[in-house]
């Protein structure tokens, strides 16, 4: 119990505090400072183009939560980070998949992430009772998990009503739900699936990377039930989109092989077999290094070069 905790802990300890520039190894990284916003607080997004990026060419947009630690261990508060320009280049570079814009999110820190995570519709459908009992949940001691409502849909609008429309008026990108992607990890997982269910008419699928199916603290399953009950309530809607899970078993990611099978088994129920994935790590932590490792396998999902 308390390992798995502990775990909780560091993920969420991520704060402007690490919001310094990133360097990239491969193309080039631009940013957004304190992106304002009607809905949320501001924060940065930073967007990076691939290596001979043109005006002349129409790219497709990966949308990622937690920007601060995609690029550049550096400057992340646990010194790991996703290889998102590494990763992305290669497979560019070998012809496995399109060159992409890729837009990072930088969540609002630990006050405002879990907030902004977890997704409403399915908080608001839990009863008062249950509700006040989530929001007063502990991360430790002396630190509650939820400092603030939970506030997603403010979060979801941010990202379709504001910056979407930047980013398709500052940077030569494809505009139409096709594509664009959403992507994340942990608490990042579960409002890319939500993002998607709330705005498929924006997206064209949602990658979740160890997501975080017990959404708090609590293991009693009454969140994760609630999760993939709201998702089958979604898919025959969402039929048409795409959507990419995976798991470890090691560190936080050991809580999730029973959960994400539960998931699987409601996917499987009907929805197109060539529109979803979900595939196993044996060993992979809950961490950036693990993501990093299997970045390749969305990436070939959504991106990937089609054969003429």
Not at 75 to 102: A, C, F, M, Y
Not at 139 to 147: H, K, M, N, T
Request: hydrophobic share 40%; glycine share 6%.
């Amino acid at each position: 119990m308390k390992k798995w905790l502990v775990s909780l802990a560091l993920l969420v300890q991520v704060t402007h505090a690490f919001a310094g520039m990133p360097q990239v190894s491969s193309g080039s990284l631009e940013r957004i400072d304190n992106m304002p916003s009607k809905f949320i607080p501001a924060r940065h997004v930073d967007v990076w183009l691939p290596q001979g990026y043109s005006e002349a060419k129409k790219y497709k947009v990966l949308y990622m939560h937690d920007g601060q630690m995609l690029f550049d261990a550096n400057t992340t508060w646990n010194k790991k980070e996703w290889r998102v320009d590494e990763v992305v280049s290669t497979l560019i570079t070998d012809g496995q998949i399109e060159p992409i814009i890729v837009v990072g999110i930088h969540n609002g820190g630990v006050k405002r992430r879990h907030s902004e995570y977890f997704p409403q519709a399915v908080f608001e459908g839990f009863t008062k009772e249950y509700q006040q009992q989530v929001l007063a949940e502990q991360r430790s001691a002396d630190a509650p998990l939820f400092y603030e409502p939970v506030d997603s849909d403010n979060y979801l609008k941010f990202i379709t009503q504001e910056l979407i429309p930047y980013i398709d008026a500052n940077y030569s990108t494809q505009q139409n739900s096709e594509a664009r992607v959403l992507m994340g990890s942990s608490m990042g997982g579960l409002i890319s699936w939500y993002g998607l269910s709330r705005y498929p008419q924006y997206f064209a699928g949602a990658a979740c990377l160890s997501t975080h199916w017990p959404g708090t603290m609590n293991r009693d399953g009454v969140v994760a039930d609630a999760f993939n009950q709201y998702l089958a309530a979604q898919l025959p809607r969402l039929q048409d989109k795409r959507i990419y899970f995976d798991y470890g078993d090691q560190t936080l990611d050991a809580l999730y092989p029973p959960l994400q099978r539960a998931v699987d088994k409601t996917f499987g129920q009907g929805f197109a077999k060539q529109n979803w994935q979900s595939l196993f790590f044996k060993g992979h932590s809950h961490d950036e290094t693990a993501w990093a490792e299997r970045l390749h396998h969305p990436l070939n999902f959504f991106f990937k070069v089609k054969a003429n």
